[in-house]
């Protein structure tokens, strides 16, 4: 019993310095999850449809850019090329999978995506191979200093790079035409069309978007794990920051990123000795589980709103 | 109402001015099996507002879903006739192109946007605008002019308005577009008869003063004839009789079957059993 309840607190308040680092650590981990929940997030807003297939696309992504910069691109026309690929990905994904299904349950366009996430696997395994690369786009690695904590500046860059990319997403869709677009069309697909908003303009864009994002989040995760397949399962921890955040906000899946990462490396270093290790593995699915029974839209999700 | 007037050609009246919107024989399949409008005709003058009647699932949406060519969106195509609107066809057309072309719909059930506040929803109506924002803008302004009660809850989410609100937010959504004509179906559904009335009333004023052409599907035959100078009457998928709406409102079938006045004043309970079969074409 005091192993759990006593003993973890004792250490938090005997080296506050080093929780401090755990913490810090765990928030800026917690971002990466964030870039990856992101693009599912921007796809179920835009459409109602959770996309299997983003952790397929963040794979894509990095291995055509790893793939571009071993044929002896410079990094950023590899960069540029890639999301050139992304925007062509997004709009066959449109043509030969959303246009047929247009008007069909929110199920079935979700089994398409699992479709659409074994196609990716494969086919960008086939082209690229399926070796694990190393990715160097020249974001720092070595760890600062500050004060008694150490923080590592490869963290600290990913989470920069959230933030901005969060603050331009957050403006686009809040303030721009096609943002208002975006979200009159993931609340009611026939209003919006009935209003003059193409949709298939809109879900090339949002499938673009979201390739974008994935691009950054692959970059991420490849310079921080090497590229390689089992990127793809990264996706599978954005579930429980998509649970927490609620689906369908930005800032959400921001929030919802900082909650797991820190959480999970917390429970992990001061109570996983208590529990027998490895709680980082299944704490976040825990909460993740906590939320769906108290609060089923996520901290900041859309209410679904329901008037009598 | 005789079987007679189902099959006539387009109707001719007025005859001076061509008319801005034109449906000819229109034919609807839903799923390619459900054959849901019979070759439908009907036409709509510049400037006219021009109902559209009939009970539930007599066709009146889908006429205007034709019209509108939301109708593909929902498994139906049409399959004969055309539709002309200002002397152009424009039944192969997206819904995009039509609003750009100023047809819009303003669909039964309302349909905000239900997470977007009532300014915003108000907004995107003026998606396919391309002069700029200030004159967006003055729209914006002129829309609040007809319905203040919008300009008191432009910062409310148009899912946690009133059924009244939320149907002058869908038809001030529809005017953003700078339509020329407006597709209103069913602007009646679940609102208090002295709201209903409000709302027809904004209908007649917009039409007097932006000279905007209504074509309305209502299910209210009593309130639509009045304010309608022109009526269409379907069964079935069949315009089964037109006319003018003073014709239509002294006509028997109608004050009997659409505006639930008899005949015979009030009838007996003994007479029930001789109570006429209602019509059908079938």
Same mark, same amino acid.
Request: avoid cysteine; charge should be neutral; hydrophobic fraction near 45%.
């Given at each position: 019993m005091s192993a759990f309840f006593i003993d973890p607190f004792v250490d938090i308040f005997s080296y506050p310095a080093f929780f401090l680092e755990v913490l810090i650590g765990g928030l800026l981990a917690g971002v990466m999850y964030s870039l990856v929940a992101l693009g599912f997030v921007l796809i179920f807003k835009a459409s109602g449809v959770f996309n299997f297939a983003q952790g397929a696309m963040v794979l894509f992504a990095a291995l055509t850019l790893v793939g571009l910069i071993d044929l002896g691109a410079p990094v950023w026309l590899a960069i540029v090329a890639t999301i050139a690929v992304m925007v062509t990905l997004a709009m066959s994904i449109e043509k030969v999978v959303l246009r047929p299904l247009v008007n069909q349950p929110a199920i079935i366009l979700f089994m398409a995506t699992i479709g659409i996430s074994y196609f990716l696997d494969g086919f960008g395994q086939t082209i690229w191979g399926s070796e694990i690369k190393t990715l160097e786009v020249g974001i720092p690695k070595s760890p600062l200093m500050v004060g008694e904590v150490l923080i590592s500046r490869f963290d600290l860059f990913a989470g920069l790079t959230a933030g901005v990319l969060v603050a331009v997403l957050a403006i686009f869709f809040q303030k721009t035409r096609v943002g208002r677009a975006l979200r009159a069309v993931a609340d009611d697909h026939q209003a919006a069309m009935s209003v003059g908003i193409p949709l298939r303009t809109i879900w090339v864009i949002v499938w673009s978007v979201a390739g974008i994002v994935a691009l950054v989040a692959g970059i991420m995760w490849g310079s921080k794990l090497g590229v390689q397949f089992s990127i793809v399962l990264v996706a599978l921890k954005a579930l429980p920051v998509l649970i927490l955040g609620g689906f369908t906000s930005i800032p959400g899946a921001i929030v919802g990123g900082l909650i797991i990462g820190s959480g999970e490396k917390v429970a992990e270093v001061f109570w996983g000795p208590a529990l027998g290790g490895a709680i980082e593995d299944w704490f976040g699915y825990m909460l993740a589980m906590l939320f769906l029974l108290f609060r089923p839209q996520g901290l900041f999700g859309e209410k679904i709103i329901e008037r009598v | 109402m005789s079987v007679e007037t189902v099959d006539r050609p387009a109707p001719?009246?007025?005859?001076?001015? +061509?008319?801005?919107? +034109?449906?000819?024989?229109?034919?609807?399949?839903?799923?390619?099996?459900?054959?849901?409008?019979?070759?439908?005709?009907?036409?709509?003058?510049?400037?006219?507002?021009?109902?559209?009647?009939?009970?539930?699932?007599?066709?009146?949406?889908?006429?205007?879903?034709a019209i509108s060519n939301l109708l593909r969106a929902e498994r139906g195509e049409v399959t004969k006739g055309s539709v002309q609107f200002d002397g152009e066809r424009v039944d192969g057309l997206t819904p995009n192109d039509l609003v750009t072309r100023g047809v819009i719909q303003v669909m039964e059930g309302r349909h905000c946007f239900e997470h977007l506040t009532v300014e915003e929803n108000l907004m995107t109506g003026a998606y396919t605008r391309r002069e700029g924002r200030r004159a967006v803008a003055d729209d914006l302004e002129k829309v609040y002019g007809y319905f203040p009660r919008l300009k008191e809850r432009r910062t409310s989410q148009a899912g946690y308005t009133s059924g009244g609100e939320q149907q002058m937010t869908a038809i001030g959504r529809a005017l953003m577009s700078r339509p020329r004509m407006i597709l209103l179906d069913e602007p009646s559904m679940g609102l208090a008869p002295q709201l209903v009335e409000e709302i027809f009333e904004i209908v007649r004023r917009l039409n007097e003063r932006e000279g905007v052409t209504f074509l309305l599907a209502e299910q209210n035959t009593n309130i639509a004839l009045r304010y309608a100078s022109y009526g269409y009457i379907l069964e079935n998928g069949r315009v089964v009789l037109d006319g003018d709406a003073e014709t239509l409102r002294s006509n028997e079938d109608v004050k009997e079957f659409y505006l639930g006045l008899g005949t015979a004043g009030r009838k007996s309970y003994r007479d029930v059993k001789f109570y006429k079969r209602r019509k059908r074409w079938l």
């Open positions: - | 001719e009246r007025g005859g001076a001015t +061509a008319p801005l919107l +034109a449906v000819n024989n229109v034919e609807v399949i839903y799923d390619h099996v459900i054959l849901v409008l019979k070759g439908v005709s009907l036409e709509v003058p510049p400037g006219g507002i021009v109902a559209l009647l009939g009970a539930n699932g007599a066709g009146k949406s889908t006429t205007l879903k």
